[in-house]
């Protein structure tokens, strides 16, 4: 929060003169050491005060702007409310709490106050990542475990998974979704409000022009991606920047919802994901970054922590922050050829290293028991399932098998974690990896693509991916630039490598040779994993999939299948809302190209 540049409350009014002509001297004396006295103790009152008093006259001045009254006595719901916060390709190294040469003064601030999460795991890419956030289960429990849903895949979150907000409204909570979805959207059961959400506004894919909301899969595939509930909004196709226009529905939100009723609020921005674009004014504070990627990378997360800091202020506005749980995490590592820094981690996005999987979050909330603190236990994304639900005073099925442990008391009270162990993935999609086999698994497990974390242990196996120590602004603009890397030529044919986590987190030592006992504890471990797996949902893609064939807009194309299925149905109806789709179709039937790395003014 800004400082106004003061200690003390605004200057008072001299009080007004006695109406008598004359006062005798002695009488002036006691009148004066009783105005000392009087003003002594506004300027030490006002020096007690002054973070009270600034707060106040912000939250004052936020709400002259847009006209509102304040919330003065709000009963509280023994239900609070919850704030999920995603970003998107966040580097580890990418807050200013690490060292960051970025400025994050909210995200700084609400950390400092609330808990860090510094043993904190995610999965390495988007799409594994926001399942196992919104089921509690691990990628091999749902299918998912290869790669993302592409935009043309026949490909969903499974249906038959509960989801966070499904469980949530159990209870009596309203549920809004605000920005990235992609969990898959080619029947309208997979879409956003038909698995929990009581609203949502934002986009299918998993990425797009920032201005435009528009996304090209491969030539001749583009389409219009900016959805509010089942339908593309047209309306909103203002060439706002998604990240200022999610946070005006966020205000807006919270501005018409009672805040005596619990609300979840799962908050996904675009942002920082490629393609590189912002506004032109955040990028004055980094005319010193030479790498031009690293530079609108920069001014991307300035915006972004400032919808931060818009939202936090709504959430006081409106009467919720009292009773608010906040949470921010970052759905995976940063992509250095995109601007993203992990460093010191090993890896990027898209590895197994922990410069992919580990990342960077933090709970802010009045209702943390522990405020200011950093918790060093193992936490991973999946936790937040029971963690929440149990929050909010729901239930959890017993039939249900989750992969999520609950670490409130974890988090809030400093207490040991439940959890032990982390599945990072089994993809056996992979299982014909060229390094990996049997043989290096000891003959108990085929070291194809796979990933476990047990205690302070980590294994590695098969091709864990791109495997360099990158310092930020290491790449040129033009590419990847190795001087300044410690590029590590992974052996032929080696599969397998382990790390003690907690003593080596930058995994430079590998310790597979030294301790073969351990490593043959971890692939029986991943072996009594694979037991239990699902098959792999990973379909081809279906031509029908084109925007062209939907409105010029990405969304369900199942549908066609469903009109065979009905045909008793009316022919007439399901024209009228094809045309109502098509009707605000751009009038020169093509697709503006995204302008990759293009910045706004």
């Known amino acids: 929060m800004a400082s106004r540049g003061f200690a003390g409350p605004p200057p008072q009014r001299p009080p007004p003169p006695p109406p008598q002509a004359w006062v005798w001297p002695g009488k002036m004396l006691a009148m004066g050491a009783l105005a000392g006295f009087w003003v002594l103790g506004l300027l030490t009152y006002g020096y007690l005060s002054w973070g009270q008093g600034l707060e106040e006259e912000e939250d004052g001045l936020l709400r002259a702007q847009t006209g509102e009254r304040p919330e003065h006595s709000v009963t509280a719901s023994s239900q609070p409310h919850l704030i999920f916060i995603l970003a998107d390709d966040q580097g580890f190294r990418d807050v200013g709490y690490h060292g960051s040469e970025i400025k994050t003064p909210t995200l700084d601030k609400l950390a400092a106050e609330g808990v860090k999460l510094e043993n904190y795991y995610v999965q390495p890419i988007c799409t594994p990542s926001r399942s196992q956030f919104i089921t509690g289960k691990y990628q091999i429990h749902t299918g998912l475990q290869h790669s993302i849903i592409r935009p ?80 593309a909004a047209w309306d909103y196709d203002n060439g706002i920047y998604s990240t200022q226009m999610y946070t005006q529905r966020v205000q807006q939100i919270l501005a018409s919802h009672d805040p005596k009723r619990p609300i979840f609020l799962y908050i996904a921005y675009q942002a920082v994901h490629s393609p590189l674009q912002a506004p032109g004014r955040y990028f004055e504070h ?251 949902r990973y379909p081809p893609k279906d031509p029908r999939s084109n925007p062209r064939l939907n409105g010029g807009v990405w969304g369900p194309w199942y549908k066609e299948e469903n009109k065979k299925q009905k045909p008793r149905k009316s022919k007439t109806e399901k024209k009228q809302k094809k045309s109502k789709t098509k009707k605000k179709r751009p009038k020169s039937g093509s697709f503006p190209k995204c302008r990759s790395g293009v910045t706004r003014g």
């Open 152 to 231: 043309t895949q026949p490909n969903c979150l499974p249906l038959d998974n509960a989801t966070l907000p499904q469980k949530l409204k159990e209870v009596g909570y309203s549920t809004h979704m605000v920005g990235k979805w992609h969990l898959g959207f080619y029947r309208k059961e997979c879409m956003p409000t038909k698995r929990g959400f009581d609203t949502f506004f934002g986009s299918l894919l998993g990425s797009g022009d920032y201005y435009t909301h528009y996304k090209c899969d491969s030539p001749g595939m583009c389409g219009y991606d900016l959805y509010e509930n089942e339908n």
């Open 286 to 536: 980094y005319r010193s970054i030479i790498n031009i990627n690293r530079r609108r990378y920069a001014a991307m997360l300035s915006c972004l922590d400032e919808a931060i800091n818009n939202v936090t202020l709504a959430l006081k506005m409106y009467g919720f922050y009292n009773n608010s749980i906040i949470i921010y995490s970052s759905d995976n590592g940063g992509q250095p050829t995109a601007g993203g820094s992990n460093w010191p981690l090993r890896g990027s996005k898209g590895t197994y290293w922990e410069g992919g999987i580990r990342a960077v979050g933090f709970v802010h909330s009045p209702l943390l028991k522990n405020k200011g603190t950093v918790c060093k236990e193992l936490v991973h994304i999946t936790d937040w399932y029971p963690t929440l639900i149990s929050l909010a005073e729901g239930q959890i099925d017993e039939d249900i098998q989750l992969d999520g442990y609950d670490v409130w008391e974890t988090i809030s009270e400093g207490l040991r974690s439940p959890r032990v162990d982390i599945l990072h993935n089994i993809d056996p999609i992979y299982t014909k990896a060229k390094n990996g086999s049997w043989a290096a698994g000891y003959g108990i497990w085929n070291t194809a693509i796979s990933a476990i974390r047990v205690q302070h242990w980590k294994l590695l196996t098969g091709n864990p991916g791109y495997s360099d120590w990158v310092p930020p602004q290491s790449f040129s603009n033009l590419g990847p630039n190795r001087w300044h890397n410690e590029r590590i030529t992974l052996s032929t044919g080696k599969s397998v490598w382990l790390f003690n986590i907690t003593a080596d987190p930058y995994e430079r030592v590998d310790l597979s040779n030294r301790y073969p006992g351990v490593v043959k504890q971890l692939l029986r471990r991943l072996s009594q994993f694979n037991k239990t797996a699902v098959p792999v």
